[in-house]
């Protein structure tokens, strides 16, 4: 099925879906048709299906040029505005250190003003569980963090899980297996910190020792190695940019699709307000470490505050997968 075709499915089920419906009855995408190596040699593996995809990082990425630690792969496409989504299963035992990434960017072509949109799955010791955190940049606002951390209602090591991203004009939403689990909707005091650029979509694993299990006293030990992060059940639909002309691979009445498709139901947000008051550990706008004042988009629950304190304090790391996208950029992607 070609682009246009599957786009126009996914217009018709847009709406159905962030009502509720379930993903699966969005198509599923073979990943040569939307996906490309994007770095790591041999580590990463495309199963026989060809709908699943094996990211490896292992000592000899791990202990070789710094721009290898791990591996990749990125879309074929660069999109302004759509449905993200991919079924992930985490390394198990010790994965202190280790960070899974799953976000949209344009760093690649933005250098100094890139967009971005991330799931990041993030490591741990024995006995302790994964995290997720979420996060947002705009316009090369990485000095601004947005990010959100949330425990696991779930085993992410014993089973596949569906992680999704929407982003639209007015919004963006996370979901992890069909559920909401954060709203980031455009104000205008954001200005430009609200992502408005075309990005790729792209998979990563790689080391982030220095910061990501407790702020670096835990990092990654290639004796558990190889870790494998899998893949499988991808959803990439969404205006696809053509990096020559410069126009949106769109039926008329996409973005007003998308709006639509931008309100989360009732249920939806009860579940949603459920979830963050159960696993939410840390969020940006009660971090008056970081910021004396909350940022101006941010909606302060002093019971919230309260309860989110006890996880103080949190340290965040560099951006090395992002700032590799520069060498491995393709003409397509910089003549935008």
Not at 198 to 212: N, V
Not at 251 to 275: C, H, N, V, W, Y
Request: hydrophobic share 35%.
């Amino acid at each position: 099925m070609g682009f246009v075709a599957r786009f126009l499915v996914f217009m018709s089920l847009f709406t159905g879906l962030v009502s509720g419906f379930a993903l699966q009855k969005l198509p599923l995408i073979q990943f040569d048709e939307g996906y490309t190596h994007l770095f790591g040699d041999q580590n990463m593996i495309v199963n026989r299906d060809g709908k699943s995809v094996r990211l490896i990082l292992d000592e000899r990425t791990g202990l070789s040029s710094w721009s290898l630690l791990g591996s990749g792969f990125v879309s074929n496409d660069i999109y302004l505005h759509g449905f993200f989504s991919s079924s992930i299963k985490l390394p198990a035992d010790y994965s202190a250190g280790v960070v899974i990434a799953f976000y949209l960017s344009n760093g690649d072509i933005y250098e100094k003003n890139h967009d971005e949109i991330d799931f990041e799955f993030l490591g741990n010791i024995r006995g302790k569980e994964w995290r997720i955190q979420t996060n947002i940049y705009g316009n090369g606002s990485t000095h601004l963090g947005r990010e959100e951390r949330y425990n696991l209602w779930f085993d992410p090591t014993e089973d596949f899980h569906q992680y999704s991203i929407m982003w639209s004009h007015s919004h963006i939403i996370f979901y992890v297996d069909n559920i909401p689990i954060r709203e980031v909707k455009r104000t205008a005091s954001m200005g430009g910190d609200f992502p408005a650029k075309p990005m790729s979509l792209y998979a990563t694993i790689w080391d982030g020792s220095k910061w990501a299990t407790n702020g670096g006293k835990y990092g990654v030990n290639y004796k558990f190695a190889p870790y494998v992060a899998q893949f499988t059940d991808m959803i990439l639909h969404g205006c696809a940019v053509d990096p020559i002309e410069k126009v949106l691979s769109c039926q008329d009445g996409a973005a007003e699709d998308l709006r639509l498709a931008s309100e989360i139901t009732e249920s939806q947000r009860k579940k949603m307000d459920s979830l963050r008051r159960k696993h939410m550990t840390y969020s940006y706008c009660y971090d008056r470490t970081r910021y004396k004042v909350a940022l101006p988009e941010c909606v302060v629950n002093p019971e919230e505050a309260k309860r989110l304190r006890v996880y103080d304090p949190v340290t965040f790391g560099g951006i090395p997968h992002r700032h590799r996208h520069g060498k491995h950029r393709s003409k397509s992607r910089q003549s935008i």
